[in-house]
């Protein structure tokens, strides 16, 4: 099982970034995909998963502005992000979780990509 996050970049606070998430080794009908980030001196935090069922979810601080989506014969899973914030600074990292209810634990996932840094300025 090999994952690889792209679309990281650097944009204004208010821009949007689509991050994608391209996936090998899985069926997305057999893993839930989540996406995570990590800022510099931060403990790693879960953003956005969506279950091998389609159920996607969302944490409250990126609600309304983050997007999690599935493209089942693609296996890629993208992370639509709106309306940045300096906040949302931080290197993103999309993994792969057997658990149909793995929500967003880092625990709960086995496989991990690559992070893409993510950067939005004032």
């Known amino acids: 099982v090999q994952l690889q996050a792209s679309g990281g970049g650097l944009v204004q606070a208010g821009g949007s970034l689509r991050l994608s998430c391209e996936t090998s080794?899985?069926?997305?009908?057999?893993?839930?995909i989540g996406w995570f980030r990590q800022a510099p001196g931060k403990e790693r935090e879960g953003v956005a998963c969506?279950?091998?069922?389609?159920?996607?979810y969302t944490v409250d601080s990126v609600k309304g502005r983050f997007t999690i989506s599935g493209d089942n014969s693609k296996n890629t899973v993208s992370l639509e992000m709106d309306s940045l914030e300096t906040e949302d600074t931080a290197c993103y990292y999309c993994?792969?979780?057997?658990?149909?209810?793995?929500?967003?634990?880092?625990?709960?996932?086995?496989?991990w990509g690559q992070g893409t840094q993510v950067t939005v300025s004032s």
């Open positions: 993994a792969a979780s057997t658990l149909l209810y793995a929500g967003v634990l880092a625990s709960r996932y086995r496989y």
């Open positions: 969506i279950s091998r069922g389609g159920s996607a």
């Open positions: 080794g899985l069926s997305l009908y057999s893993y839930t």
